[in-house]
């Protein structure tokens, strides 16, 4: 595995700023490109204590750009590293390269925390799915369309939005993730909040968690197939 002293950069304000490795061996690397992400939540001790700073993540990527974290190089405290962590399994890389060829690589990430660029404050806390918490499940669902635009212009790939699933059953659209073109990424908005989904469970009792929500649209079915990212 190539040991490469990438960077990444993101911050909470949605831009996104990938730093070029250097050559290793006298052979370029080129590191792995945030393809989507979402951003962490301040904890409400964090906000409190107005709390900010950079949480340093190290991480292997494998030749699929699928990412595993290894360890935390610089925290802040406060909750922030473990929300800084839990994000980031939600992302979506790009694998390094070298000659143009994926590889394994091991890179740092940079997550910045800032109070001016923060989510809202009812969201402090919040849980995301992940070790004794159960994922909420789509109890019932409308399916988005197809608009007539981007049938024509044949358009196909995936929707994804972040949202809290509250304990109601309803989802809060925190913001869109990826879009796409010619109104289906309004079609899938439209959609999902006539959704209703068996809120998550934590030791027994339904809580509200935040998940990337993913609806993918095939022109062979000419509807969505959603899912949900865990």
Same mark, same amino acid.
């Given at each position: 595995?190539e040991?490469a002293?990438?960077?990444?950069? %993101?911050? &909470?304000s949605q831009r996104v700023?990938?730093v070029? $490795?250097?050559a290793i061996?006298?052979?370029?690397?080129?590191s792995?490109?945030? =393809?989507?992400?979402?951003?962490?939540?301040? +904890?409400? +001790?964090?906000?409190?204590?107005?709390?900010?700073? #950079?949480?340093t993540i190290?991480? +292997?990527?494998?030749?699929?750009g699928? /990412?595993?974290?290894?360890r +935390?190089?610089?925290? %802040?405290g406060?909750? &922030?590293d473990?929300?800084?962590?839990?994000?980031l399994?939600?992302?979506?890389f $790009?694998?390094?390269?070298r000659?143009?060829?994926?590889?394994?690589? !091991?890179?740092?990430?940079?997550?910045d925390? $800032? =109070?001016a660029?923060?989510p809202?404050?009812?969201y402090?806390?919040?849980n995301r799915?992940?070790? *004794?918490?159960s994922?909420? /499940? %789509?109890?019932r669902?409308v399916?988005?369309?197809?608009t007539?635009?981007?049938g024509r212009?044949?358009v196909?790939? #995936?929707?994804?939005?972040?949202a809290?699933i509250? #304990?109601?059953?309803?989802?809060?659209i925190? @913001?869109?993730?990826?879009?796409?073109?010619?109104g &289906?990424t309004? $079609?899938?908005?439209e959609a !999902?909040q006539q959704?209703r989904?068996?809120?998550?469970?934590?030791n *027994? @009792?339904d809580i509200?968690?935040?998940?990337? !929500?993913e609806?993918?649209?095939?022109?062979? @079915?000419?509807?969505?197939?959603?899912d949900?990212?865990?």
């Amino acid at each position: 595995m190539e040991f490469a002293s990438m960077v990444l950069v %993101v911050l &909470l304000s949605q831009r996104v700023h990938v730093v070029d $490795s250097p050559a290793i061996n006298d052979r370029p690397i080129e590191s792995p490109e945030v =393809l989507y992400y979402t951003d962490p939540f301040y +904890t409400r +001790t964090a906000r409190e204590k107005k709390i900010e700073g #950079t949480v340093t993540i190290e991480a +292997t990527f494998d030749v699929r750009g699928c /990412m595993k974290v290894l360890r +935390t190089v610089k925290t %802040v405290g406060f909750g &922030l590293d473990e929300n800084a962590v839990t994000a980031l399994r939600s992302w979506r890389f $790009s694998p390094a390269k070298r000659n143009g060829e994926p590889i394994e690589a !091991i890179a740092q990430i940079d997550v910045d925390f $800032s =109070l001016a660029a923060a989510p809202p404050i009812e969201y402090d806390d919040i849980n995301r799915v992940g070790p *004794g918490i159960s994922a909420p /499940m %789509v109890i019932r669902r409308v399916e988005p369309q197809y608009t007539g635009e981007a049938g024509r212009a044949r358009v196909v790939g #995936t929707v994804i939005l972040q949202a809290v699933i509250q #304990t109601n059953g309803t989802a809060d659209i925190l @913001k869109v993730v990826k879009p796409l073109p010619l109104g &289906l990424t309004e $079609s899938a908005l439209e959609a !999902i909040q006539q959704w209703r989904f068996r809120p998550a469970v934590q030791n *027994g @009792k339904d809580i509200p968690v935040a998940l990337n !929500i993913e609806v993918g649209f095939n022109l062979d @079915k000419m509807n969505a197939q959603p899912d949900v990212c865990r």
